[in-house]
C-alpha cells in the first residue's frame, strides 16, 4: 500500500492509502503555465509520497492516483517513468446504479446513466404511487397507468437525474477526496457534457410536466410548478451562493421534501386535489427524509470538513450524528402512527408499526455499527420497508 498525503493550499491535507504495489518507479512532474510552479509526485522503494496540489487541481487524481490529461487545460505536463495505475476492480452492476464499489468505465452512456444514480429512482417512483393511492381517484385502466408512469418518469430519471447531475457538478472538489473514482473527478467525463446533461434533464422534466397537466384536464398547470419548484430546490441544494446542504439540517431536510413530499404531491395533483392536511402529513414525512439524507454524510466526512461544509456528522461527530440519523427516521414514523390512530385508522396504523420494526432491526445491525461499512447495506434492507410505510399511510388517507 502506498501512503500519499494530498495538500490543498487553504483546505488543508487529506492522507489516504491506495493500493500502488504493482507501481515500483513512477515519477510525474507537473508544471503550472500560470503560476510556474512545479508539483512533483515520485515513488520510490518505501511507496511514500506527499503531493502539494492547487485547489483546481484536486479534482485531477483518480483512485489509483493517475492523472487524466485532459484535465490540464493550458498546462505543461512533463512525465518520467509514468505508469498510468489501470482500473482496479469494481462492479458493472455498481457503475450503472451509480453507487461505491463502481467498475470505471469508458462507455460514454452508462457514464451518463452513473452520473443520474437510478439506485435513487425508486423513491420517487413509490412516492407518485403514493400520491395516486392517496388521491382516491386512480383507477386500473390504460390511460391511467399511462399518465402514472409518465409522471414516474418525470420525477424518477429525468427530475432525480438531473439532481443527482447537477449534484455532482458542484461537489467535483470534494469528491476529488471523498469519491475520487466518481466520473467527473476521475475525468471520465468532461464538464461541458456534464453542464449538458443536467440542462437536457431539467427541461425534459419541466416539459413532461406540462404534458401532464395538459392531459390531466387542469385549468392551472399544479405539476409542472411542482416539478419548476422541485428543480430549484435541486438547484439550491447544491449550487452556491445559497447551497443548502452546507447546513446539515436545512440540506438534508430540502433533500426529504424533495424526496417524499414532492413525487406524493405530484402524484395526488395529477389523479386528484392536493389538500392541506397531505401537505402537513407529507412534510411531517420529510423529516424521516432528513435522516435518510444524513446516511450519505458519513462517506463524504473527510471532504465536507475540508471544505467547510457543516453536515450533521462533521457538526457533531459521527458518534452523535448516527443517533440523529435513526432518531429522524423511527420518531417521524412513530409518529404518523400516532396520527393513524387519532384519524380512527388502527388497522393501518399496526401495518405502519410493523414496518418500522425491522428498521429499527437493521439499524442495530449494520448502521449503528458502522454508518461508513455499512450505509449501502442498511438502506438496502430498511428502505423498502420505509416506503411500504409511505404506501400504508398513502392508502389510509384515500379511506
Known sequence: MATVQITVPGYGSQTRQHPLDYLKNWRVEVVSSVKH????LHFSQSYSACFLISRKM?????????????SFKRKRVRTQYLALAAAGGGSSFNQLLGIKGAARETNKWKIRLQLTKPVTWPPLVCGVVCGAAASGNFNWTLEDVAKSIVCMLMSGPFLTGYTQTINDYYDREIDAINEPYRPIPSGAISENEVITQFCLLLLGGLGLGGLLDVWAGHDFPIVFYLALGGSLVSYIYSAPPLKLKQNGWIGNFALGVSYISLPWWAGQALFGTLTPDIIVLTLLYSIAGLGIGIVNDFKSIEGDRALGLQSLPVAFGAETAKWICVGAIDITQISV???????????????????????VFFQFEYFLKDPLKYDVKYQASAQPFLVLGLLVTALATSH
Not at 510552479?37 to 512533483?40: L, T
Not at 400516532?338 to 384519524?343: C, E, H, R, S
Open 58 to 70: 484536486a479534482y485531477v487524481l483518480n483512485p489509483a492516483l493517475s492523472l487524466n490529461f485532459s
Open 37 to 40: 510552479r512545479s508539483h512533483q
Open 337 to 359: 402512527v400516532g396520527y393513524l390512530l387519532g384519524a380512527g385508522k388502527p388497522y393501518y396504523a399496526l401495518a405502519l408499526l410493523s414496518l418500522i420494526i425491522p428498521q
